[in-house]
């Protein structure tokens, strides 16, 4: 894959410069395999794949963007000359950072030699493990595998290119008995072929029994405990885009003018790492070509930077940063049919931890919630949010007493920030509508106002 | 084409489809007065879909050509051959009569033969009319228009081409007053040409919001906890969404995924209470008259006062259903299979008036639009948010509130609606997303919730 996507990015770059333009080539290949389970059966298999070439150019400080695949690289380049024309010239230059480590790609052959029967045998695993309780049906889930190649180049000498594998899982075990009804979930991603198909299924249905008999919560203030994909949701909408380098600019972050300044509780800190070795979203250089970094955004709960992809370092007077995804509209992944824009590429916490355990024994009256409904309606501009609780358990007396029949939880991220605390159970949690991932533990934060029926 | 593909699969699929699809677009957005993104783009491909032993194989291709369908038409064969050697409940398609010809929804102002700048006209208009504000921190307008051309060849004779305008045009406000930051978002989308913003609609809306802003920006936070809520039709097509279409939808159904389940013919909700899904409304965003199956699509009564009614229906799940397909199978793009899903989604109008719903209130909100929501079907339990809202005290709308959401559970909810309004507005657009995204409108009246769940910040 590396020469082919290499030449083509070449080539387009070649291209452009005969027509008097500077650009940047972006070119994208996937292929993805995926099975589906359905009513505690697989029924579903799909192969897929994707290949297209971003180009954008630079004419008289105008910038333009447009797509287009291999074979039709002259029409993508006037395409993106001619909207060009629109865009506010300014002072834009492509960079010419070659600075990439050497360490190996995130690439696991055991993924990348996968067949669809493998796929078959995976999701069968799934929902093995999902039916050792009798009561469980494997409602929907499925397992994924792929591998994502990518080639830029760009008229200041940058050529780039590194490529990476996946493999996902997840269930929805549901459970009917009497008049009630539950269900649990569960999910696994990793670039490496490191964790267990059984053992999702297993969980799924573990936490769908556990969330029978489920009774209200009470309306109050209290201490929540967010599992990691539900506290990475909330940030997603809220801390995450305040921290980019554009909102800043545009007076849309509540982190504005604050940096030096105490943001978060002192023993917190916050990387966005695009080196991390067990990163989704790690590659020698981000989408870019610019070679990867470990950006320290928030430092023992002092903020520290903020994210920049190349034009908007440029608009603020500021460096690239590594952080440049060509994110989908509505989306977890990234594609060259939209220009790329800032965004984190692996959030990870860090700070003095204890066991979630301790967490909950150190808690009198509070909830545990692990996963949430509408963390994408949250106010990205004042990092306000109110969600509902997807599934919870209420804590009473340093114990888990009950599972919760849904109930709100709300609050201003930014701010709850300032007294967190960090558990040690680190996951890597993908967000719904951002290619933004983390590596968080479960995080407890005080005085979330908690609505219920009580 | 299909004749190779055919042959591809002789002895190897008791059903396949191809389906190809050409997609041209205009995707452009600014901030402030500049256009910080302009693409014009066109993507063409095909899938291939093979029904083999009562299991599903799938395979895409960006090209066109035969061999690569025929490639895809192996790989999607080899697929559902694998699956089918340890298969379950075999799945099956119910029968359908067979559609042919060009299905064409015309536009009035053909998009594609304006240019660029004529289009950006219509963000340069939404800035001019606003910018005038001194609260308002950052605007942010997009365009987006698709026009698809879908072709769907069927081994059983369907031979159906579509071709489908849309246009989607969107706004953001973010305003700051005293340190505060706070923002607004509009939309107007159809399924139409360029017609859509006919009378400078966008204009309208625009200043519609400015005003929404200045109310948020007064906001206080809300109460929480139990009370009596009445939606305005944005917020009441959310709820209609959220909490009744979704569970709706046969796939969940049928995979033990919806409170829904085995309930048609009962009496779930409110004798006042009627909601529909209907595609066959001309111009809005969620319409289409032929699903991706093929299927010519019908208006489906969900609840019918109060009773349920009828599911949104994919072949496949009518079948497992014993249920008569409805044509309610829809796919993003040709990398995705077609999956049960939404169209327009509204609950149909009643006989009350805004002062009866107002009346007998002692403290309650009032909420408006939404910026979405999400819903857990299986238990039913159901989050949106209001974009604004206010607090009603003694039967009167008093001070602005914001970041309200709500949340419940469907069962209970339906009965809680005890007042259904006489108005009713359509057309409120809306992006779903349910692995793959899809175009919806919702919409309906004004509607009174007799208690409902109220969170804030």
Known sequence: MQDDLLAIAKKAVGAGTSMGVECEAFVQKSRHTSVTVEGGNITFGSLDGDHGVGIRTIKEGRTGYA?????????????????????????????????????????????????PEDGIRLAREMVDGATYDKRALASRGGVGFGIMGMAIANSNGVVAYDEGTFISGGMMSVIK???????????????????????????????????????????????????????????????????????????????????GQQVAAANISLLDDGTFDKGLNTYAMDEEGYPSQKNVLIENGILKMFLYDEFSAIDSGAKPTGSAMHAE???????????????????????????????????????????????????????????????????????????LNGGMIGGNMPGLLKEAALADNYRLVGAGLSPATGYIPSIKFENVRVAGDQ | MIRAVEEALKGRADYFDVRSTDVTSTDLEMKNNEV?????????????RVLYGGAWGFASTPDLGEPSLKEAADRAARMARSISEKIGEKSTLAPVSTSNGTAEIPM?????????????????????????????????????????????????????????????WELMIVGRKDGDIQSIRRRIANTKGFEAFDGGIEIETARDAVSSLVALLAGKSPPSGQMPVIADPGLTGVFAHEAVGHASEADLVATGNSCFEGMIGKKIGNDIVTIKDDATIPGLFGSYIYDDEGVRTRTKVLIDKGILNDFILSR????????????????????????????????????????????????????????????????????????????????????????VSLSGHTLEILQYIDLVGRDLTLGHPGICGKGQTAPVGDGGPHIRISKCLVGGR
Do not use: W
């Not at chain 1, 690289?73 to 865009?87: E, M, P, T, W």
């Not at chain 1, 299924?201 to 539900?230: D, F």
């Not at chain 1, 692990?370 to 969600?387: I, R």
């Not at chain 2, 039913?380 to 009167?396: K, R, S, V």
């Open chain 1, 67 to 115: 797509y287009c695949s291999a074979d039709t690289i002259d029409f993508g380049l006037k395409q993106a000359i001619a909207v060009s024309k629109f865009s506010k010239p300014g002072k834009y230059a492509f960079h010419d950072d070659k600075n990439y480590s050497s360490e190996r790609s995130l690439f696991d052959n055991r993924i990348a030699s996968l067949v």
């Open chain 1, 177 to 259: 008995q009497d008049d009630m009804v539950s269900n649990g979930d569960e999910s696994d991603i990793s670039r490496f072929l490191d964790f267990n198909f059984d053992n999702i299924g297993h969980t799924a249905t573990e936490r769908a029994v556990s969330q029978l008999n489920q009774k209200s919560v009470e309306t109050a203030p209290m201490t929540v405990i967010m599992r990691p994909s539900a506290a990475f949701d909330i940030m997603c909408s809220t801390v995450a885009p305040a921290l980019y380098g554009p909102s800043v600019k545009k007076g849309e972050s509540v982190y504005a003018g604050k940096i």
């Open chain 1, 329 to 403: 509209r509505m989306g977890a992944g990234t594609t060259y049919r939209t220009p790329p824009v800032t965004c984190a590429r692996n959030l990870v916490l860090k700070g003095e931890t204890m066991s979630e355990e301790e967490m909950i024994r150190n808690t009198r009256n509070g909830v545990l919630v692990l996963d949430v409904l509408g963390a994408h309606t949250a106010n990205k501009a004042s990092g306000d949010f109110s969600v509902a609780i997807y599934s919870g358990y209420a804590i009473k007396d340093g114990e888990i007493a009950y599972p």
């Open chain 2, 36 to 48: 910080s993104r302009a693409i014009a783009g066109k993507e063409v491909g095909a899938c291939v």
């Open chain 2, 108 to 168: 009035k102002k053909n998009f594609l033969e304006m240019n660029i700048e004529s289009k950006l006209q219509l963000l340069e208009s939404t800035y001019e009319a606003v910018k005038d504000y001194d609260f308002i921190a950052n605007l942010t307008s997009a365009y987006r228009d698709t026009y698809t051309v879908e072709e769907l060849r069927t081994s059983d004779g369907t031979n159906i081409i579509t071709k489908t305008p849309r246009v989607f």
């Open chain 2, 316 to 403: 496949e799940t009518a079948a497992k259903l014993g249920m008569t397909p409805n044509g309610g199978a829809r796919a993003e793009s040709y990398h995705y299979r077609p999956i049960v899903r939404m169209s327009n989604t509204y609950i149909e109008r009643g006989d009350a008036t805004f002062q009866e719903m107002l009346e007998g209130i002692k403290m309650g909100i009032y909420v408006k639009d939404t910026r979405g929501g999400q819903v857990n079907t299986s238990m039913g339990t159901f989050q949106f948010n209001a974009q604004e809202a206010y607090l009603i005290e003694d039967g009167e709308i008093k001070k602005p509130l914001r970041d």
